[in-house]
């Protein structure tokens, strides 16, 4: 027991000693932390470039880390973009032996007390043009200092929405020294792309790359070169959000457009639904005018849009002349011989067209016609045993007249009875014009109405193939735009 508590006794002095030493140690850099400083900054101004030669080059290196895209606004062509800049450089006259300082190889400070280049974003888009963050920089004993800064920047992107919602971006970051020209401060990238390990994955948006590349510039003002370095985001739009709320509610709209063909004639709500469908997609094309930029070039899906509304338009415009050719009475002329032989005998087999008020060639369908048929044949022919029995009995009228004569000359005592013998056949007479007249107005009536059934039957055909055309022109503008989509 004794030999455990001496043994834990000395391991607690010797943990008290370490950290007496280590706070001596940290009190001991801060001591030498101060003086350095206070010797550094003794004589110093950030106003001057930190070189020996004024005729010297100072080497300005840039590296960008993108954290997150917060904002694309296509109609203003704005990317705005969470930024990490880092820059580096070596200030002559901040250098230090370390040995002299106790092995003190860096110390922080504040980036306001050294002299920092003035580079900026060339392409900024953003009304506040207030100055970088005012974070601490990193000074080595070699005089390099390191400036790490966030930033969030807005710039100004050319956005090409020919292939909405399956476009890709190129947005440019150009950052570039304000006032310092090439033969003063040259700025070079550290990296051949930009930093992309800590990037926030966006909802909208995909990262195919940021190369960057170094430039110089001459401007037409200066004589002397200016660099930059231009990062080039590669962004690619993840289009499911567009597609299940622009793209597959047009198509399904588009597809409602040829059915209207397919309505009866008689249940006026034909020209209604092609003008509803057309109503809504105009409400889809106001939806993708109010994101996209006015600019000429007009996105793929207002170009899908604008197409299936011409179709709409033009099946609207059929539909009230197919309605015309329907309602074609007992007044309109035949229909000609041209339109029997091409569209009621070889176009009413090909789409399946019955007579009008059909829906299928049924047996019951066809037993009622053969009965029809059967009527109207009885019908003649009772038409014809009434002429024939007419006929018989104005034979009889005129043997009758003959008879009555002779007797009328042997006996004539009998006057009366001959006149009551001629009113008896002039009545038969008046009876035969009579069935006569009805018998033609019926024919007329079965013409008048045989034609107009005609005419609503070659509507009926007209209605089918155009539905079909329409159907195939709804679908084959569906697979180009899914095909230009991939």
């Known amino acids: ?156 992107c050319v956005v090409d929405v020919s292939y909405f919602p399956f476009d890709s971006q190129e947005c440019n970051l150009t950052f570039g020294s304000w006032t310092y020209n090439g033969n003063q401060v040259d700025i070079t990238n550290s990296l051949d792309s930009g930093d992309l390990s800590d990037f926030v994955e966006d909802v909208e948006w995909e990262i195919h790359g940021m190369p960057a590349v170094k430039n110089v510039i001459t401007y037409g003002c200066c004589s002397e070169p200016y660099p930059d370095v231009t990062f080039t985001l590669i962004l690619k739009r993840k289009s499911s959000f567009y597609i299940f709320n622009l793209l597959l509610p047009c198509i399904l709209i588009s597809f409602l457009a040829p059915l209207g063909f397919y309505l009866p004639a008689d249940s006026g709500e034909k020209v209604s639904l092609g003008v509803t469908v057309l109503l809504a997609l105009t409400v889809f094309q106001l939806m993708v005018a109010e994101i996209m930029p006015p600019s000429e070039s007009v996105p793929l899906i207002g170009k899908y849009y604008i197409a299936t509304m011409t179709m709409i338009t033009a099946s609207t415009a059929l539909t009230i002349i197919i309605m015309n050719l329907h309602h074609c009475g007992s007044e309109a002329k035949p229909v000609p011989q041209w339109a029997r032989v091409v569209i009621l005998d070889y176009m009413s087999k090909i789409f399946f067209v019955y007579d009008v008020g059909e829906n299928c060639t049924s047996p019951k369908r066809e037993k009622e016609q053969e009965c029809k048929l059967e009527e109207g044949d009885g019908c003649q022919r009772r038409q014809k045993e009434v002429r024939s ?98």
């Open 1 to 156: 027991m004794k030999r455990n508590s001496v043994f834990s006794f000395s391991i607690s002095l010797w943990l008290l000693f370490t950290a007496v030493m280590l706070q001596a140690v940290e009190s001991a850099k801060g001591k030498y932390a101060h003086m350095l400083f206070n010797e550094l900054f003794e004589d110093y101004s950030n106003a001057l470039r930190p070189v020996e030669d004024t005729d010297k080059v100072l080497n300005v290196t840039l590296q960008i880390t993108l954290s997150q895209i917060k904002d694309m606004d296509e109609r203003n062509q704005i990317l705005s973009a969470y930024l990490w800049i880092r820059q580096s450089w070596y200030d002559a006259y901040l250098k230090w032996d370390k040995d002299k300082y106790d092995g003190l190889d860096s110390i922080r400070i504040p980036s306001n007390l050294v002299w920092r280049p003035d580079i900026v974003l060339y392409n900024k888009a953003d009304d506040d043009f207030s100055e970088p963050v005012n974070t601490n920089v990193v000074l080595r004993y070699d005089g390099k200092i390191t400036w790490d800064a966030p930033a969030i920047t807005k710039s100004s």
């Open 389 to 486: 029995l007419l006929s018989n009995r104005n034979d009889d009228c005129d043997l009758k007249e003959k008879l009555n004569g002779n007797l009328n000359k042997s006996y004539g005592a009998r006057g009366e009875n001959v006149r009551e013998t001629v009113n008896c056949c002039s009545c038969y007479k008046m009876l035969i014009k009579n069935i006569e007249y009805i018998a033609n107005c019926v024919r007329d009536h079965k013409a008048n109405r045989a034609k107009g059934i005609e005419w609503k039957k070659v509507a009926k055909v007209m209605d089918r193939f155009f539905m079909w055309i329409f159907f195939v022109m709804v679908f084959f503008m569906s697979v180009l735009i899914i095909g230009k989509a991939a």
